[in-house]
């Protein structure tokens, strides 16, 4: 094996901190500088492409000291995304629940990503001796020791892990681009005439309970799995996100054959369901593509009757934040399902929706493709990272 030195993360490059402008002050926020923080879904993707914040100027000036360059790497050390690692793209600015590595000459940034991410996996288990909500103080986190091999080495693990990742990341930004074509057509073709709350002669409006069954399961946990199974829970995190179809990845809680097949009154989610959550982060939905998964507490399932079920995933979508104004909740954010049913929906004439159903059907089914390819590179990837960041595998010269 190829000579190897022990260093602490700190001698890798500057670790930075991050801070939080004063939120009070709405000035500070809404410019064009990345404010990044672990709600933006560190742990989905190699660089940063999107922030939920950005900060302004007069906010920069506040935590001057915090900005980090292109290419640092940011890794998540408290609260339950401990351990996410994510490389920046342009100068960015993170909360302080994120240390960064401005990594230095004598090492590739890339590789301090790839080896990060392993670093990652250990940090749950490293904070266990802390408070309550865990944590890996900045102090800790710069004199955790890391293996690593000389620069040559480094560059070839981090292209060959690299050359996975620009795949992945390339069929994502087709699935974005797909779901943007999606949106635009049901625009021109129906959502003008929601933003008028008019339609066209031929159309109707008819409450969206006259037209779905409702799959709810709320009020019954079922009894978990200790291991991963075929049958994931379909939670409210699992539906975060632009794209409309779930990855069971990002499911975390199983149930058992039996379970799954006894113990939901209600039945499970199939083929075309629309799945959306109705407590903590409102409204949020997929469509299923499917027959398999089960629906947590916080999430219902509704069955199109009649009416194409692509049409009526992108009408909701499309309503979400109306969906969402319906927030009853005191302690956390919670809408009623009877609310949502008595929403009133337009229903355009049939060619306009099957025009329509069959344009989404097909960018969906590519979609899908998409996303079931994203999952076997990921696969491909998850399985070689450890094995060459540990050394095990050695990249050819």
């Known amino acids: 094996m190829p000579e190897r030195k022990t260093v602490q993360i700190s001698e890798l490059g500057k670790v930075i901190t991050g801070k939080t402008p004063k939120t009070k002050l709405k000035e500070n926020y809404g410019g064009t500088i990345p404010f990044l923080t672990p709600s933006d879904e560190m742990k989905k993707n190699k660089r940063v492409r999107k922030t939920r914040k950005t900060i302004s100027e007069k906010g920069l000036s506040e935590v001057k000291n915090c900005i980090i360059p292109a290419n640092a790497v940011c890794v998540s050390c408290i609260g339950t995304g401990l351990g996410e690692v994510v490389m920046t793209t342009c100068p960015s600015v993170t909360n302080q629940q994120i240390n960064s590595i401005i990594v230095s000459d004598e090492y590739d940034s890339q590789y301090v990503y790839y080896a990060m991410c392993e670093i990652g996996k250990k940090l749950n288990f490293i904070s266990k001796d802390s408070t309550a909500v865990p944590i890996v103080n900045k102090g800790y986190f710069s004199r955790y020791k890391i293996s690593i091999p000389e620069i040559g080495e480094q560059k070839r693990i981090s292209s060959i892990l690299s050359s996975l990742d620009d795949k992945i990341e390339l069929n994502r930004d087709m699935n974005e681009n797909l779901e943007k074509i999606v949106k635009l057509i049901f625009e021109r073709e129906v959502g003008r005439y929601i933003r008028k709350k008019s339609d066209k002669p031929d159309w109707k409006t008819v409450v969206l309970e006259e037209l779905v069954e409702c799959i709810d399961n709320r009020g019954k946990t079922p009894p978990l799995s200790e291991t991963e199974t075929e049958y994931p829970i379909i939670d409210v995190k699992s539906l975060k996100g632009d794209s409309r179809i779930l990855s069971y990845r990002d499911c975390v809680k199983h149930v058992e054959f039996q379970t799954y097949k006894t113990w939901f009154r209600n039945g499970t989610p199939k083929y075309l369901d629309i799945v959306i959550s109705t407590v903590g982060s409102l409204a949020e939905m997929k469509i299923m593509i499917e027959d398999r998964g089960c629906i947590a507490q916080n999430v219902v399932g509704l069955r199109s009757k009649e009416i194409s079920a692509f049409y009526l995933y992108e009408y909701l979508k499309y309503i979400k934040a109306e969906l969402e104004s319906y927030d009853i909740g005191s302690v956390q954010p919670s809408i009623k399902l009877s609310h949502i049913l008595k929403?009133?929906?337009?229903?355009?004439?049939?060619?306009?929706?099957?025009?329509?159903?069959?344009?989404?059907?097909?960018?969906?089914?590519?979609?899908?493709?998409?996303?079931?390819?994203?999952?076997?590179?990921?696969?491909?990837?998850?399985?070689?990272?450890?094995?060459?960041?540990?050394?095990?595998?050695?990249?050819?010269?």
């Open 343 to 397: 929403y009133p929906i337009i229903l355009a004439d049939d060619i306009t929706i099957s025009r329509f159903s069959d344009i989404a059907k097909t960018i969906t089914t590519q979609i899908s493709k998409n996303c079931a390819e994203i999952e076997r590179l990921e696969n491909i990837r998850d399985e070689l990272l450890p094995r060459l960041i540990s050394g095990e595998i050695l990249p050819q010269m």
